[in-house]
């Protein structure tokens, strides 16, 4: 959940994700929709879908163990685990020397190192990769990278490090030469594309009309979304409401219409359906379409169903 998500957004799913699937067994046997809707409103949702097929595959071949002499690769075999975190749950959990290499700790190495190399390259992935396991602490390999991390998430900071208290200054090459505040070398980020966006909350008694997302799709599979105004006949005045969300270098413009009358276009849409508000807490619903119902007091509810458990 942590991967491009802060600690504070990612607390109440985390522990309504481990209320609805309290075991590896209970994640392992629950159907996709749930874990989905489990996950709606976090975004980056191959992250869930890859969580689940990992605890599927855990649940036939068995955890690795300390012992296994191939338990590196057993974790890196799992979907979704990519070097950072089968090296963090390879030494943090089972006391294996493999070190990690994030954002901070990379940032760390780069000024310890003071090396100029620009950290998306392959080969300076590879360098600090190389320094990184030098450096680790083999005995207390786990200890050794969360104090790492943590000295690149609180005191190697990117604008101002706090050399001054800083218990490695001695061997920082970075803060020798005084280039420490020009490392690590980054690319220009990518520019924000802004993207207009009007949706329609079209409702009946307690329920709203949503569309389901194709399988096909690119992004978002399967999920549901409200319709957008396009697909709506005659819907004049002004939006409700409006808001503004960003996914990767899109920053969408929602505007956001509200209206009770039946609209047969809409209602024609094949992959749409009238679904009940209490349900929408139990199925995969799109970030921007709860932030739209939120926007109008329409919040959809906590998940209720925890499937397979
Ligand atoms: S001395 Fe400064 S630049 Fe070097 S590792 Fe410590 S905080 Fe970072």
Redesign the pocket.
Known sequence: MLQQTRVEAAIPYFEKFLQLFPTLRALAEAEENAVLAAWSGLGYYSRARNLHKAAKKLSVEGIPAAQDRDAFDQLRGLPGVGPYTAAAVASIALGLPHAVLDGNVMR?IS??AADPGEVSAPGTRRRFGELADQLLDRRRPGDFNQAMME?GAT??VPRS???AE?P??RF?A??AAGI?RELPVKKRAAEVREVALELVVLQQAGEVFLVRRAETESRLAGFWELPEKRRMAGLAGAPQKSFTHQIVNDRFRVNVWHTRRRNTKTERIAEGRWVPLCALGDLPVTTITKKALQALGLDPPIPSRAVGV
Do not use: I, T
């Open positions: 760390v000024r310890v000295l005191v190697c490090p706090a050399c800083c490695v200054s920082c970075g803060r420490e």
